[in-house]
């Protein structure tokens, strides 16, 4: 099975009826640019970039240190573009000593971009450094679960800021395409105010499943009730898809899902064109997406999106 999987390396992914799938990996560490391209992915869908930071004591990386990381990552992708995500810290991947206390519902605090924009020197400093490495390569900065007008409207003015003060001192730096990271219900339901706003969306199904369903994703306790196939979930991750068509821009999922290969028919039959996952999944993603007849797959998942209990409907059919 592996070796026959890894003959489909150099094989474009294509659907039966011609549609072009890009398949992209998420990584970690600026090494895992180069492995992903090794393995198959046409570029990076999530890089996330807070692992930079984490296991530091306290000492962070400065701009020039991150620069050299993110164009390390940048150049490991020889032209293929790369999707920096900004920090995503606090609640689940705790910075040390860091100053700031552990919070008393994690997942519901100052983490992601809410802890970048509570901290903008810190934002800037990450801002500058990517926009530097941009001018090496393709790259897309997206930022972690955004929620409100105001996250937006600050986020864009401290990517402006950060550019100003680029040019100021004179560093080189790249155009960058922005996006927002779909990862809580709110975004979902006012996905077209994101759209008027970001060059692209990637959903971060991980997030948004545990927003939805208020199921802490790190709490085994509750683990049997983190459903992707919750109709809740499909029904916003359909409507984003298709809002984000009907804009003609592009919308990838990067969670856990997009991976798994017993959900990408269902995420092709709802439009999705970008998926992002782990580059060990790559090559049985592409499988399914070879396999697949988008003709068929999308009248077949509209109807699972109208069922009681879709994952009833998914395993018992096949389009
Ligand atoms: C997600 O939430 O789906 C996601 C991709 O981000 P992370 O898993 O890093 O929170
Ligand atoms: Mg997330």
Same mark, same amino acid.
């Given at each position: 099975e592996r070796s026959r999987l890894a003959r @489909? $390396?150099?094989? !474009? /992914?294509?659907? $039966? #009826?011609?549609v072009v799938i890009e398949l992209l990996a998420n990584i970690?560490? !600026? /090494?895992d640019a180069a492995a992903a391209v090794q393995a198959g992915?046409?570029?990076?869908? @999530?890089? $996330?970039?807070e692992f930079l930071f984490m296991g530091r004591a306290g000492q962070l990386p400065d701009e020039e240190e991150q620069y050299q990381a993110y164009r390390q990552a940048v150049e490991g992708m020889q032209g293929r573009p790369l999707t920096i995500r900004s920090i995503d810290i606090g609640a689940d991947k705790p910075l040390e000593k860091h100053g700031r206390d552990v919070f008393l519902n994690p997942a519901l605090g100052l983490r992601a971009i809410r802890w970048s924009l509570a901290e903008p020197a810190m934002f800037r400093t990450q801002l500058r450094a990517i926009l530097r490495a941009a001018a090496h390569g393709p790259v897309r900065l997206m930022f972690p679960m955004l929620a409100h007008r105001q996250e937006i409207l600050q986020t864009l003015a401290q990517v402006a800021q950060a550019r100003q003060e680029l040019q100021a001192k004179g560093h080189r730096f790249g155009p960058v395409q922005l996006g927002a990271m779909i990862e809580v219900p709110a975004a979902a339901i006012m996905v077209d105010y994101f759209l008027q706003h970001f060059d692209f969306l990637s959903i971060g199904t991980n997030d948004l499943i545990q927003y939805t369903l208020a199921i *802490? $994703? /790190? *709490?085994e306790a509750v683990a049997h009730l983190y #459903?992707? @196939?919750?109709p809740a979930v499909l029904q916003l991750v359909a409507q984003v898809i298709a809002a984000g068509q009907a804009a003609g821009k592009p919308v990838c999922v990067c969670g856990e899902v997009a991976g798994d290969v017993s959900m990408i028919r269902l995420l092709l039959g709802m439009g999705l064109r970008s998926f992002s996952m782990h580059p060990a999944q790559l090559l049985a993603v592409k499988q399914e997406v070879l396999r697949a007849d988008t003709r068929k797959l999308a009248p077949w998942a509209a109807q699972v999106l109208r069922a009681d209990h879709p994952a009833e409907v998914l395993a018992h059919e096949v389009a």
């Open positions: @489909l $390396r150099h094989t !474009p /992914a294509i659907t $039966r #009826d011609g970690e560490q !600026p /090494a992915a046409e570029g990076v869908g @999530l890089f $996330r970039s *802490d $994703r /790190a *709490d #459903d992707p @196939l919750h």
